[in-house]
């Protein structure tokens, strides 16, 4: 029971796989004569390079969702954690810190078809826990699914996308995008924010909103894609 107890955490953190996994309008940047629809076909070109990577993943969520039931009570999850990602489904992720006890330091390996593996940390890191793809604990608390792609909503052509201004980040220029899509994770979500590096065009942060509400949050940082292929980067 406790095994299962920390799998239904580490699980949450699954809709955030999808931000490494990101159109219209013609707004202008004066500084680097560049539009959004050049910004954001720069996003997709680079997504599609970055084949294998590690990142540190940063997740929150808000919403009234368990295990895809619908609850009186508002959940708000953190997690963060270390992932491995190859294209296309291969995802390794290790739980760094949480609200749970229990999950930290707990492992989760997707390798495609309808299983995930997950195996706990602490006391119980001998075990290795299966589970299908389709279960509902791969549903976080907005009830947003593992497979969700975090960057549909550039992807569609009848988004909106709008250049709202830049910011900066660790002396790196960051252009922030608002994007208003038909394709998003639930109904209720009225716009994102993109946060994307403005010299490499990684998105480092999506911003989900229900009108000025933030529900949910999935940031990336110490990026590194300059490693070398190996099955034993995904083995629990």
């Given at each position: 029971m406790?095994?299962?107890?920390t799998t239904n955490y580490?699980?949450?953190?699954?809709f955030?796989f999808?931000l490494l996994?990101?159109?219209?309008?013609?707004?202008?940047l004066?500084?680097?004569?560049?539009?959004v629809?050049t910004i954001?076909?720069k996003?997709?070109?680079t997504?599609?390079k970055?084949?294998l990577?590690?990142?540190?993943?940063?997740?929150y969520?808000?919403?009234?969702y368990?295990?895809?039931?619908k609850?009186d009570k508002l959940i708000?999850?953190k997690?963060s954690g270390?992932?491995t990602?190859?294209k296309?489904k291969?995802?390794?992720f290790k739980?760094?810190?949480t609200?749970?006890?229990?999950?930290?330091?707990?492992?989760?390996l997707?390798?495609?078809g309808?299983?995930v593996k997950?195996?706990p940390g602490?006391?119980f890191?001998?075990m290795?826990?299966?589970?299908?793809?389709?279960d509902?604990?791969?549903?976080?608390?907005?009830?947003?699914?593992?497979t969700?792609?975090g960057?549909t909503?550039v992807?569609?052509?009848l988004?909106k996308v709008?250049?709202i201004g830049?910011?900066?980040?660790n002396?790196?220029?960051?252009?922030m995008l608002?994007?208003?899509s038909?394709?998003k994770?639930d109904?209720?979500?009225t716009h994102?924010?993109?946060?994307?590096?403005?010299k490499s065009?990684?998105?480092?942060s999506?911003?989900m909103f229900?009108?000025t509400?933030l529900?949910?949050?999935y940031?990336?940082?110490?990026?590194?894609t300059?490693?070398?292929d190996?099955?034993?980067?995904?083995?629990?």
């Amino acid at each position: 029971m406790v095994g299962m107890k920390t799998t239904n955490y580490i699980v949450k953190i699954s809709f955030i796989f999808v931000l490494l996994i990101t159109f219209s309008g013609n707004k202008k940047l004066e500084d680097e004569n560049l539009d959004v629809k050049t910004i954001i076909k720069k996003i997709i070109e680079t997504d599609q390079k970055n084949t294998l990577l590690t990142a540190v993943v940063s997740t929150y969520s808000k919403g009234y969702y368990h295990l895809g039931k619908k609850t009186d009570k508002l959940i708000e999850k953190k997690m963060s954690g270390r992932i491995t990602t190859k294209k296309p489904k291969m995802i390794l992720f290790k739980v760094l810190e949480t609200d749970d006890k229990m999950a930290k330091d707990s492992t989760l390996l997707y390798t495609g078809g309808k299983d995930v593996k997950i195996k706990p940390g602490g006391i119980f890191r001998f075990m290795t826990i299966t589970y299908k793809i389709d279960d509902p604990i791969f549903l976080n608390s907005r009830n947003h699914k593992f497979t969700f792609d975090g960057l549909t909503g550039v992807k569609d052509p009848l988004s909106k996308v709008e250049l709202i201004g830049t910011s900066e980040v660790n002396n790196r220029k960051i252009y922030m995008l608002k994007v208003v899509s038909p394709t998003k994770a639930d109904p209720e979500i009225t716009h994102e924010i993109y946060k994307v590096d403005a010299k490499s065009f990684v998105v480092l942060s999506i911003r989900m909103f229900v009108n000025t509400d933030l529900v949910s949050e999935y940031s990336i940082k110490d990026i590194n894609t300059n490693i070398q292929d190996s099955p034993e980067l995904f083995k629990l």
